[in-house]
């Protein structure tokens, strides 16, 4: 089951995250500046999406920066190093819970909560890449986002 919707220690999960980040930047040379890792512990702190202004000013707070671009400028960082992936239909962000590299990732966003669960798809996309192979089609990225209600708000409601 996704992280976002199970019970888990989430201490561990956010300690694992951010030391699997660590090695990620370490590895590739990529600065993981103070602004950045704090962004990166922000979106962890919860398992829903957050928007860019959201984690500024908790940024702002904390005096790691008042201007928009401090936020999205980390935001951009973390999708760029695979730490982070950007909710479309939300217009949010979310810390990757399935480490970095190449995966295809499908988020379960429930309506109620706001929580924010990551899958990871089958890498052959099945009948999407069968598809678009019929129609000719280059596939350069894929993100699927599904929408409904999680199993606790589930039972909250029944």
């Given at each position: ?38 962004t ?54 979310v ?36 598809n ?27």
């Amino acid at each position: 089951m996704p992280h976002g919707f199970s019970r888990h220690d989430h201490t561990a999960c956010i300690s694992t995250a951010l030391a699997r980040a660590e090695a990620a930047c370490d590895a590739s040379g990529a600065q993981f500046t103070p602004a950045r890792r704090r962004t990166l512990e922000i979106l962890l702190e919860e398992h829903r999406a957050l928007g860019a202004y959201e984690v500024l000013d908790r940024l702002r707070v904390e005096g790691l920066g008042s201007q928009p671009p401090v936020a999205y400028r980390a935001l951009d960082f973390l999708v760029k190093q695979g730490l982070a992936h950007r909710i479309e239909r939300l217009n949010a962000f979310v810390a990757c819970t399935h480490g970095t590299g190449d995966h295809v990732p499908a988020f379960f966003i429930c309506d109620t909560c706001e929580a924010v669960a990551e899958s990871v798809l089958d890498p052959t996309l099945g009948a999407l890449a069968s598809n678009a192979q019929e129609a000719n089609f280059s596939i350069s990225q894929v993100v699927v986002e599904a929408r409904g209600t999680c199993g606790t708000c589930q039972s909250t409601q029944a």
